[in-house]
């Protein structure tokens, strides 16, 4: 069992949230010693615990309170709360922090010969992506009666293969969008990594030991303006 006495961090175990939260945790002072393999590792010098999991799973770690808190994409963040919300499951936290990395945008892209003129042009079709809810809201938002098709990989491809006939996915550089013969025409959501906390009390000890992190991020963050 692990100790609940110490502070859970909940991180991407791999991929693009991983190298900023790691980074973040070492300019604030948190030692860790990493074996790579292992779900959970514990700071040297402070009483905290890094849970690595997949990304997916952080914002209902946080939102069932099984850790204190998390680094997460926005993107990730607002699907699972309103996936949640949806099935009348928790989906309280609080947002302590707005990272600067992890910036990415969700977007809709067409093939190239999709004859696109406005978002009103999607009404019918199927649209492929892997935030459902965060789609669905917007087709409500602008009265589109267009579908949202959930796919958890691959979401590119999809129009090619027959399943769709646009995408909604994230986008950096849009070189991924390009290569696949698809253009970018909306932005329905910009996102950075943030920083999460539970919602409900905090041992008096650990929320210092939060508000410590918090300084530090607050200093770091600054040093790099
Ligand atoms: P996991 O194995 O943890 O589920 P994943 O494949 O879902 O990983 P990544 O591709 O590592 O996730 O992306 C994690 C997060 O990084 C995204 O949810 C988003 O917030 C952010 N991100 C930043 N830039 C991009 C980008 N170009 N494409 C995808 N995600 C990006
Ligand atoms: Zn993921």
């Known amino acids: 069992m692990t100790d609940n006495s110490r502070l859970r961090i909940a991180i991407q175990k791999s991929g693009r949230l991983c190298e900023g939260s790691m980074d973040l945790l070492k300019a604030i002072g948190v030692k860790l010693s990493i074996r790579d393999r292992l779900l959970i590792a514990h700071a040297t010098n402070l009483p905290i615990d890094l849970l690595r999991v997949r990304d997916d799973d952080i914002p209902g770690l946080v939102m069932d309170g099984v850790v204190d808190l998390g680094f997460i994409g926005e993107n990730e963040l607002e699907e699972k709360m309103l996936e949640r919300q949806a099935l009348g499951k928790q989906h309280q936290f609080q947002t302590l922090e707005r990272m600067e990395f992890g910036g990415c945008r969700l977007s809709i892209a067409v093939p190239n010969e999709f004859d696109y003129q406005g978002a009103q042009s999607l009404a019918g079709k199927k649209v492929a992506t892997t935030y459902?809810?965060?789609?669905?809201?917007?087709?409500?938002?602008?009265?589109?009666?267009?579908?949202?098709?959930?796919?958890?990989?691959?979401?590119?491809?999809?129009?090619?293969?027959?399943?769709?006939?646009?995408?909604?996915?994230?986008?950096?550089?849009?070189?991924?969008?390009?290569?696949?013969?698809?253009?970018?025409?909306?932005?329905?959501?910009?996102?950075?990594?943030?920083?999460?906390?539970?919602?409900?009390?905090?041992?008096?000890?650990?929320?210092?030991?939060i508000d410590k992190l918090l300084t530090r991020i607050n200093g770091v963050m600054q040093a790099k303006e």
């Open 132 to 209: 459902p809810y965060l789609l669905e809201r917007y087709f409500k938002e602008q009265n589109i009666n267009a579908k949202a098709v959930m796919l958890n990989g691959s979401v590119e491809v999809a129009p090619r293969a027959g399943l769709a006939d646009a995408i909604c996915d994230l986008v950096s550089t849009g070189a991924t969008l390009e290569a696949n013969g698809l253009e970018e025409k909306e932005v329905i959501f910009r996102s950075k990594a943030v920083l999460i906390q539970r919602a409900g009390d905090m041992p008096d000890a650990k929320q210092k030991l």
